[in-house]
Every structure is written in C-alpha cells, then in structure tokens.
C-alpha cells in the first residue's frame, strides 16, 4: 500500500527556516510529480509547491516564490520542502501529494496519494 509521511514540521519564529521531508514507501514514487499542499486553521487546503517527476521542473505558489524550494531525492523515495523566510500567514498543515502522471500541471487536477500532514507554526 503506497503510503507518503511527511516530517520536519514545529515551531518557529517569523523569519526562520523549516525544512520538511516526505518519505513515500509501498511502491517507487520515481515516476510521479510530487507536490506540497497547506491547510490553515478554517480554511481550506491550497496548493504550495510541485516538482515533475525528473526533478527538472518546479512551480510555487506565489505567496512562496523565492522563499520555499522543493526538490526530490528519488534514489530515496523523498521529496523535500525548504521553507526560509518563514512568515506568520505561513502557519497550517502542511500535506505531500504524489500524482503518477509526472508533471507538475498534472498535480494540480489530481492528487493520487496523500500523506497524514505535519504542522508547521510560525510565531510573530
């Protein structure tokens, strides 16, 4: 069974720096776009970051450009996401997403596997 934990969530204050990781397990992800998705307290889920599956294609958010970078290490079935600059409105449950069809378009319409979530806050 495919299965994506997310990890590297805590609390930080305004201007520092996370790094999240995403492990995915049950069957290689190698050939699927992997993304980043966030859910803030009463709102709802939004999209963060997406990388295709050779790692040679990104596409963020717009809240996130030049302060977040994903990447992928698909020798070990990991996608991370580095968060500089962290800001309060950064706040939420941060979600990996895996969609087999490889690139980042793709994960935008459909997400096949969701992992569990980790928190991330960020204090003023």
């Known amino acids: 069974q495919a299965q994506l934990l997310e990890s590297g969530g805590g609390l930080v204050q305004a201007g520092g720096s996370l790094r999240l990781s995403c492990a995915a397990s049950?069957?290689?992800?190698?050939?699927?776009?992997m993304g980043w998705f966030r859910q803030a307290p009463g709102k709802e889920r939004e999209f963060v970051a997406a990388i295709n599956w050779s790692g040679h294609s990104t596409y963020y958010t717009d809240s996130v450009k030049g302060r977040f970078t994903i990447s992928r290490d698909n020798a070990l079935n990991t996608v991370y996401l580095q968060m500089n600059s962290l800001k309060p409105e950064d706040t939420a449950m941060y979600y990996c997403?895996?969609?087999?069809?490889?690139?980042?378009?793709?994960?935008?319409?459909?997400?096949?596997?969701w992992g569990q979530g980790t928190l991330v806050t960020v204090s003023s």
């Open positions: 997403a895996a969609n087999k069809f490889g690139s980042t378009s793709d994960i935008l319409v459909r997400v096949d596997a």
């Open positions: 049950g069957r290689t992800f190698s050939t699927d776009a």
